[in-house]
């Protein structure tokens, strides 16, 4: 999108200077506000026209039907959907009687901004409405980091060039008229008017709503209050009705006079509690806004936003291009989870109902190693909740005939919601995905009350359903049949690499958790023989190995498969599940995500250099990245074996996937695991940070496009920064006991007092891998701000 002429580069900020009707749904996404509890789509502020209205809180959802061909036993049997809450965003103005709408009259401006530091977005317009009279619209909203349930808006309108009579409502709308929704109609039938009315009440210019979803029984309240400034005499009038609220504020206004609303709304829900505790739980939330003022929450707001850029901040020169997507992704992802207080954190975050606001494996794998050393209390946080769904998974893993948890592939509240079992059940990776997360959590952060309480149970019951789900054979080899890696087109695999190596770290890691809690681990029924069990499985894991190719096999046998037929393939056909059976892409060398490529990321020591070498080389010509969690991948791996410009492309299409709308699905919400790809490709890939055997490791490299990067990480309450220019490295401990890091396999020990600059050693220059024809990713050129 900021390839768009109404769009600017700039390093601390997202400028729409002109509106592009044809893109307002992209751009609703995009200039999305949340907090991880409650998110706007930056829908305009007179609701009309919209590209896709929405208000969302994590966690509420309607259940919708899984529709099946045919019958059998374990399918799913119905799914959850993020559905719109009530809208509290609606401010309708009227000039002389005519509503502004952007579709009439002449809108003779219109700037949109969303400034990265103090976290709002801001709006102006200038509107010559039909009958010519001319009135300028300034509106700032925010959905606040520092009272949760809390959103604002100022909004004012000046007339301009004569006097007019002036209207604006302020609404609370549930069960806004949606889009259609294509495909099966009962799915849409389930979820048109989610909500069913229980309580309105509008007086003094305060008015609450609080419905019940019609399925799932969630109740849900919305609250709104005002404060009205303009010229002596301005009416208001309140009312309310099932399905929403309206106030009112009418006065003339002379040229250069303005009317302005402050609007505050709140927003919460609950499974459990009753009408009157949701409707006092929005009341107090109000209450709290306004004694706030809106004043100080603009305040509170910069200062949160300024101790998360203080922790957080990437420096990229070289690129401004970049420098603005890698901070556009550190704001969407703090968005996402800085207050889900135990809530998941969506694919989609909270900007958009994009894959039904579902979370997946991609949580843990690309979005909390960045939480981790940036906001660790929202990277616990999401493991919270998954350690809340427990219950729920070990009651599927009984379902499958399997001991431990087997956590679902996709949900909202812990239940599988996927009704196609290749890529859904048989992806059983994201339990090790899970544990994988408890132990960086914890090396991270050194939360040894987490680590013995949830973070044990998460890594017992995990490790459990592996030992149950996998077999020695005659040889004593320990194999994992039957299931489906990253790479979902090459589903119900035998000894998918990745899964068996994130598995054996799984099983190890709850071993030796064992060991260390003695007392805990008794408490969890966890004997001898069964961690003996545990370290035997690790021990005899099979990682298949292609020796006639020299390359791993993604899975067993993987590498003997035919090749896809790349060169008959057109470019129109990608994504080729949209073209193409499941039946033929299973059987071929294809390859849709990053799969091997992960493990060689997620599970280097498992790797030579030398492998990871020929395996990137092997893998790259098959990969046609028809997933947004690709590429970034795939950077960090390019910068490691020294393809540094190639790294530099991928780094490009993670960072951009939204911002240049690269899968031509920003409409539904933005891609919150690829943006935090921006930052792994960054840190981890030109930053060459790991995580090895409880030490912080540095091999950094930057390409030619790049002149240099700076970053920050907190390890175990220390806070280090570091550079990175071609030439050197430097590493400085901000605050905390000194600690021990590598550089190049080199144990440096940083300090306050000192600090270390090391020099980066030449890259071994290699041949550039191909890629399948016409899925190369674009060549990057840096882009300076415009």
Not at 501 to 525: F, H, I, S, T, W
Not at 609 to 628: C, G, H, I, M, W
Not at 723 to 741: C, K
Request: include cysteine; charged fraction near 20%.
């Amino acid at each position: 999108m900021i390839a768009h002429s109404a769009f600017t580069v700039e390093p601390w900020s997202l400028r729409e200077t002109e509106l592009d009707l044809d893109m307002l749904a992209q751009s609703e996404s995009v200039f999305a506000l949340s907090n991880g509890h409650l998110g706007w789509r930056a829908n305009l502020d007179e609701g009309e026209p919209h590209g896709l209205p929405g208000a969302y809180l994590n966690g509420l959802y309607e259940l919708r039907p899984l529709p099946y061909a045919e019958v059998s036993y374990g399918q799913p049997e119905s799914g959850q959907t993020i559905i719109n809450v009530t809208n509290g965003k609606l401010i309708r103005l009227f000039v002389d009687d005519e509503p502004f709408d952007v579709r009439y009259g002449e809108l003779c401006s219109h700037e949109r901004v969303l400034d990265f530091r103090d976290g709002v977005l801001r709006r102006t317009a200038e509107w010559c409405s039909p009958a010519g009279r001319t009135v300028r619209v300034t509106s700032t909203r925010l959905v606040s980091f520092t009272q949760r349930a809390i959103a604002a808006i100022s909004y004012e309108v000046t007339a301009v060039d004569a006097p007019v009579r002036i209207a604006v409502q302020s609404e609370l709308l549930a069960n806004e008229a949606l889009p259609t929704v294509a495909g099966d109609p009962r799915v849409a039938a389930a979820l048109d008017q989610p909500l069913v009315s229980e309580h309105h009440s509008a007086h003094d210019q305060v008015a609450v709503l609080v419905h019940k979803t019609k399925r799932s029984g969630l109740r849900v309240g919305a609250a709104m209050a005002h404060v009205i400034e303009g010229p002596a005499g301005v009416l208001c009038e309140c009312d309310s009705y099932p399905d929403g609220a309206i106030v009112t504020a009418a006065t003339p206004l002379k040229p250069g006079e303005k009317l302005r609303i402050v609007k505050f709304v709140a927003h919460g829900w609950s499974g459990g509690r009753s009408l009157p505790a949701i409707r006092d739980q929005v009341w107090a939330a109000l209450t709290s806004a306004r004694q706030s003022t809106w004043d100080g929450l603009l305040a509170d707001q910069r200062a949160y936003l300024d101790d998360f850029w203080g922790r957080a901040d990437v420096e990229v020169d070289g690129d401004t291009e970049v420098q603005q997507a890698v901070r556009f992704a550190l704001f969407h992802i703090l968005q996402a989870g800085a207050r889900g207080e135990n809530r998941p954190i969506p694919a989609k975050g909270l900007t958009g109902p994009g894959y039904d606001g579902h979370a997946f494996w991609d949580t843990e794998m690309f979005v909390l190693p960045l939480l981790n050393v940036t906001v660790p209390d929202a990277a616990v946080s999401a493991l919270r909740w998954r350690h809340n769904t427990m219950p729920m998974a070990k009651e599927r893993a009984a379902q499958l005939g399997l001991a431990g948890a087997a956590f679902p592939w996709r949900t909202i509240a812990g239940q599988e919601c996927s009704g196609y079992w290749p890529a859904g059940t048989a992806a059983f990776h994201v339990n090790a995905d899970i544990a994988d997360a408890v132990v960086r959590y914890v090396d991270a952060t050194g939360d040894q009350d987490f680590e013995s309480g949830q973070g044990m149970e998460l890594l017992t019951e995990t490790a459990r359903l592996w030992r149950s789900l996998g077999h020695h054979d005659s040889a004593g080899h320990f194999h994992i049949d039957g299931v489906t890696g990253p790479d979902e087109y090459s589903a119900i695999s035998d000894d998918n690499v990745y899964t068996n190596l994130m598995a054996k770290r799984n099983l190890q890691a709850a071993a030796d958790v064992a060991d260390r809690y003695p007392d805990r681990a008794r408490e969890l029924g966890i004997d001898t023989e069964e961690t003996a069990g545990w370290r035997d499985a690790a021990q005899d894991m099979h990682i298949p190995y292609d020796e006639t190719l020299g390359v791993h096999s993604q899975a067993e046998k993987f590498t003997r498969y035919q090749a896809w037929d790349f060169a008959h393939t057109t470019p129109d056909q990608y994504p080729l599940l949209l073209h193409f059976t499941y039946f033929d892409l299973y059987r071929k060398q294809v390859v849709k995500q990053a799969d091997l490529v992960l493990a060689m990321f997620t599970c280097g020591n498992a790797f030579t250099d030398q492998e990871k070498a020929r395996d990137f080389d092997y893998y790259e010509p098959l990969t046609v990245r028809d997933s947004s969690l690709s590429a970034s991948t795939q950077s960090i791996i390019a910068a490691e074996v020294g393809h540094l410009d190639l790294a530099y492309d991928y780094l490009g299409e993670a960072a951009l996937m939204d911002l240049h709308d690269l899968e031509h699905n920003t409409r539904d919400g933005v891609h919150i695991a690829s943006l935090a790809g921006s930052w792994l490709a960054l840190v981890c890939g030109f930053g060459g940070l790991r995580h090895q055997d409880g030490k912080i490791c540095f091999a950094p490299r930057l390409p030619e496009g790049l002149a240099r990067i700076a970053f920050n990480v907190r390890v175990k309450a220390r806070q280090m920064h570091v550079e990175v220019t071609r030439a050197s490295a430097s590493y400085v401990l901000a605050d905390g006991d000194p600690l021990v890091i590598t550089h190049y396999g080199t144990e440096l020990t940083v300090s306050q007092d000192q600090p270390h600059e090391r020099p980066i050693p030449p890259a071994t220059l290699r041949p550039r891998p191909s890629q399948p024809p016409g899925r190369a990713p674009a060549h990057r050129r840096p882009i300076s701000a415009r």
